[in-house]
């Protein structure tokens, strides 16, 4: 070989070594909050919660202005995980009860399962909520390596006990009330008194530190917070006396403890993204953060949170609902720091994340999702043009967005319009702090960003841009206080009145015309609703005060005979 040929083929070689890195799947970490409202997350204009560390993952990354997720819990994570509608399994309906038996389809293949065929180690931290009657229900038998967390809709912040009232389904005036934190199948007593968000924190840091970094990793981390714990009425906060002095301008003492939830929920984040850098595994990783739906201001399971300025709560189709707050960030990104607008759904995350880590293309011929990497990573345009917001034949309402994006039609309302106002605190009094870019510079978050290789540094400036570009406090100049429930039909143009407030079905006959025919079309695909009562076999006293899965042979003998055995 000639001297002359050497430095050629060494660039060669190492040219090919860069492709074969970069060519690596992805590490894939989606942090789910629960019941968090628009106005709760500082990067959209409010200064009354500071979430330097969601924020930072949004400034360095990309804002997805307009993402919509499902109005409630169950339906949003059986969209993420499946990729489909949720009315095309039976999904659609109010979320899953404690002791109802009504488990994903099993031959709708999940996120996790998928990962696992391409190599990944899947693990699931939190949050499932998608039935738990038989173990072939859990998580761990629908793709998940291991799950430490929870299978029902909320547990206590502190005691960990799930609570299931018996009022609606039998008019009993009592709740079933028994342990829901698993690892695995086997109950954990053990951490009882061991705040929840801290624990699920520490339990991913786990996961990422005894991960094999030269392998594929897909953790799932669903926080129980800001959704209500104990009696579905609790707020935990690790102390009271400090949460109540550091957020001392904010009247509402409740929305003081929301305040401390939340910023706890914060600190995990930066935690994770740190704990990634260390692992040296951020550089090849995808890092997504949203809230499964608007938050609950009012009524049943109000946790104080604040949609403002949008319109409805968790439950509605309206934008308090169902337009999500969600931010991404890789350095996988080709353009980053910058506010997408493009239109964008939940299951979308599902199918651009699978084919990101090298899904087959017979796995997306029968899915909702779309693939928008090209969007998020380069900002081009969405293939979506369209999103169903959900079908409840048992409610009686209906709604999706269309036309380009553009308009929204809704056929009625939840419970006859009881959370359609506009709730929640604006977080602009005259007491409330100013935004602190300083805060989000100084975020665990910003600096595991800034470490990395090629990074351009965030500056105050940047932030300041950004976070101005997302403010629609002043809802397009629309007045707010036009706020009448859609117990009829109503028709909205988001992109003028994001804060829905004038119904245009009289000035926009073509448009309410095209939106009822393709809403039918979309009727004719539904798989009635699956909703069943409370199962009277489930209750946990019959298994030494836990919730298990009852309907599997053997029952709690058998789970118990398992416990004792793994002592």
Same mark, same amino acid.
């Given at each position: 070989?000639?001297?002359?040929?050497?430095?050629?083929?060494?660039?060669?070689?190492?040219?090919?070594?860069?492709?074969?890195?970069?060519?690596?799947?992805?590490?894939?970490?989606?942090?789910?909050?629960?019941?968090?409202?628009?106005?709760?997350?500082?990067?959209?204009?409010?200064?009354?919660?500071?979430?330097?560390?969601?924020?930072?993952?949004?400034?360095?990354?990309?804002?997805?202005?307009?993402?919509?997720?499902?109005?409630?819990?169950?339906?949003?994570?059986?969209?993420?995980?499946?990729?489909?509608?949720?009315?095309?399994?039976?999904?659609?309906?109010?979320?899953?009860?404690?002791?109802?038996?009504?488990?994903?389809?099993?031959?709708?293949?999940?996120?996790?399962?998928?990962?696992?065929?391409?190599?990944?180690?899947?693990?699931?931290?939190?949050?499932?909520?998608?039935?738990?009657?038989?173990?072939?229900?859990?998580?761990?038998?629908?793709?998940?390596?291991?799950?430490?967390?929870?299978?029902?809709?909320?547990?206590?912040?502190?005691?960990?006990?799930?609570?299931?009232?018996?009022?609606?389904?039998?008019?009993?005036?009592?709740?079933?009330?028994?342990?829901?934190?698993?690892?695995?199948?086997?109950?954990?007593?053990?951490?009882?008194?061991?705040?929840?968000?801290?624990?699920?924190?520490?339990?991913?840091?786990?996961?990422?530190?005894?991960?094999?970094?030269?392998?594929?990793?897909?953790?799932?981390?669903?926080?129980?917070?800001?959704?209500?714990?104990?009696?579905?009425?609790?707020?935990?906060?690790?102390?009271?006396?400090?949460?109540?002095?550091?957020?001392?301008?904010?009247?509402?003492?409740?929305?003081?403890?929301?305040?401390?939830?939340?910023?706890?929920?914060?600190?995990?984040?930066?935690?994770?993204?740190?704990?990634?850098?260390?692992?040296?595994?951020?550089?090849?990783?995808?890092?997504?953060?949203?809230?499964?739906?608007?938050?609950?201001?009012?009524?049943?399971?109000?946790?104080?949170?604040?949609?403002?300025?949008?319109?409805?709560?968790?439950?509605?189709?309206?934008?308090? !609902?169902?337009?999500? @707050?969600?931010?991404? +960030?890789? *350095?996988? /990104?080709?353009?980053?720091?910058? #506010? &997408?607008?493009?239109?964008?759904?939940?299951?979308?995350?599902?199918?651009?994340?699978?084919?990101?880590?090298?899904?087959?293309?017979?796995?997306?011929?029968?899915?909702?999702?779309?693939?928008?990497?090209?969007?998020?990573?380069?900002?081009?345009?969405?293939?979506?043009?369209?999103?169903?917001?959900?079908?409840?034949?048992?409610?009686?309402?209906?709604?999706?967005?269309?036309?380009?994006?553009?308009?929204?039609?809704?056929?009625?309302?939840?419970?006859?319009?009881?959370?359609?106002?506009?709730?929640?605190?604006? !977080?602009?009094?005259? @007491?409330?702090?100013? +935004?602190? *870019?300083? /805060?989000?510079?100084?975020?665990? #978050? &910003?600096?595991?960003?800034?470490?990395?290789?090629?990074?351009?540094?965030?500056?105050?400036?940047?932030?300041?841009?950004?976070?101005?570009?997302?403010?629609?406090?002043?809802?397009?100049?629309?007045?707010?206080?036009?706020?009448?429930?859609?117990?009829?039909?109503?028709?909205?143009?988001?992109?003028?009145?994001?804060?829905?407030?004038?119904?245009?079905?009289?000035?926009?006959?073509?448009?309410?015309?095209?939106?009822?025919?393709?809403?039918?079309?979309?009727?004719?695909?539904?798989?009635?609703?699956?909703?069943?009562?409370?199962?009277?076999?489930?209750?946990?006293?019959?298994?030494?005060?836990?919730?298990?899965?009852?309907?599997?042979?053997?029952?709690?003998?058998?789970?118990?005979?398992?416990?004792?055995?793994?002592?």
């Amino acid at each position: 070989m000639k001297p002359t040929f050497l430095p050629f083929l060494i660039v060669l070689l190492l040219s090919c070594a860069a492709r074969l890195k970069a060519s690596k799947p992805p590490h894939i970490i989606i942090i789910l909050g629960d019941d968090i409202g628009w106005n709760d997350f500082s990067f959209h204009g409010s200064s009354q919660i500071p979430t330097p560390n969601i924020d930072a993952l949004g400034y360095n990354g990309v804002i997805l202005n307009r993402f919509y997720t499902q109005a409630i819990c169950s339906p949003s994570r059986a969209a993420l995980l499946t990729a489909k509608y949720p009315m095309r399994y039976g999904y659609q309906g109010i979320p899953l009860s404690c002791g109802e038996d009504k488990p994903l389809p099993h031959d709708i293949k999940l996120l996790p399962e998928r990962l696992q065929q391409l190599g990944y180690k899947t693990h699931l931290i939190g949050k499932w909520h998608l039935s738990a009657a038989r173990k072939a229900d859990t998580p761990t038998a629908r793709g998940f390596d291991t799950h430490f967390g929870y299978w029902n809709g909320f547990i206590g912040y502190f005691n960990h006990f799930a609570y299931q009232s018996m009022e609606e389904d039998y008019n009993i005036s009592t709740s079933w009330i028994g342990l829901d934190l698993h690892d695995g199948i086997k109950t954990q007593w053990q951490y009882q008194g061991k705040y929840v968000t801290d624990l699920f924190t520490e339990k991913s840091l786990e996961v990422i530190d005894n991960h094999d970094s030269g392998k594929p990793l897909f953790l799932y981390l669903g926080h129980l917070a800001a959704h209500t714990g104990a009696n579905g009425t609790e707020l935990g906060v690790k102390n009271l006396t400090e949460t109540d002095l550091k957020y001392s301008y904010i009247e509402d003492p409740m929305r003081r403890r929301y305040a401390g939830v939340l910023n706890q929920l914060d600190k995990s984040v930066g935690q994770i993204v740190q704990k990634l850098k260390q692992k040296n595994m951020l550089e090849n990783s995808i890092v997504v953060f949203l809230s499964d739906n608007g938050a609950q201001t009012i009524g049943m399971y109000k946790n104080h949170g604040s949609n403002y300025p949008l319109k409805g709560l968790k439950f509605t189709l309206l934008e308090g !609902g169902v337009r999500g @707050s969600a931010v991404i +960030y890789s *350095p996988l /990104l080709t353009k980053k720091g910058y #506010v &997408n607008d493009k239109l964008m759904h939940i299951t979308d995350l599902h199918t651009t994340l699978l084919k990101l880590a090298g899904g087959k293309l017979k796995w997306f011929e029968s899915t909702d999702g779309i693939d928008q990497w090209g969007s998020i990573s380069k900002n081009l345009p969405s293939l979506r043009t369209e999103i169903l917001l959900n079908i409840d034949e048992k409610e009686g309402f209906s709604g999706l967005i269309s036309e380009f994006g553009r308009y929204k039609y809704l056929n009625g309302s939840y419970l006859n319009g009881i959370y359609d106002g506009s709730y929640g605190d604006s !977080g602009r009094s005259p @007491s409330t702090p100013p +935004y602190e *870019p300083n /805060l989000v510079l100084e975020s665990d #978050v &910003n600096k595991a960003i800034e470490s990395l290789p090629s990074t351009s540094p965030l500056t105050r400036e940047k932030i300041n841009t950004l976070r101005s570009a997302l403010d629609i406090n002043l809802c397009n100049g629309k007045n707010r206080t036009e706020d009448l429930p859609c117990l009829g039909e109503c028709l909205f143009d988001l992109w003028n009145d994001p804060c829905e407030t004038e119904n245009l079905i009289d000035q926009r006959p073509l448009i309410l015309a095209k939106m009822r025919l393709k809403l039918n079309i979309f009727l004719t695909q539904m798989i009635p609703s699956r909703n069943a009562k409370v199962d009277l076999n489930s209750n946990p006293v019959n298994c030494n005060n836990t919730w298990i899965p009852w309907l599997d042979q053997g029952g709690c003998n058998e789970t118990l005979e398992y416990d004792l055995l793994n002592e």
